[in-house]
């Protein structure tokens, strides 16, 4: 099952560079977004993809599973949608003050 995970992680960091890189302000969100997605399944990764109980007391289980990386990923999910909203926000406000969600043309390169 980590493998399985590493391999979806990794298409993830993918997707999420490869629309960093390019020129349009939605794509450029969109990109922070997956990579902060494929964060969120690093750290469940990292924490241990294993089945147990959950560690209260007075259950009668031999293993038990960590809670700590949920509740990592619940505060980041959180904070993940805070800066897109942000974003979001900054990026209609960028459109309408200048009519182009395209970086190169926000800096006003001409050979672009």
């Known amino acids: ?48 993809l294993k089945s147990g109980g959950p560690p209260l007391l007075g259950i009668d289980t031999t293993t038990f599973t960590d809670a700590l990386p949920q509740a990592l990923i619940l505060t980041a999910i959180v904070i993940n949608f805070a800066t897109t909203a942000l974003f979001l926000v900054l990026s209609y ?3 309408q003050e200048l009519g182009t969600d395209n970086t190169a043309e926000m800096r006003g390169d001409e050979n672009e």
């Open 1 to 48: 099952m980590e493998t399985l995970m590493s391999i979806l992680i990794g298409v993830l960091f993918t997707i999420g560079t490869y629309l960093i890189l390019t020129k349009s302000l939605i794509r450029i969100i969109l990109g922070t977004s997956i990579i902060s997605h494929g964060v969120h399944l690093l750290i469940l990764t990292m924490g241990g």
């Open 93 to 95: 406000r960028a459109y």
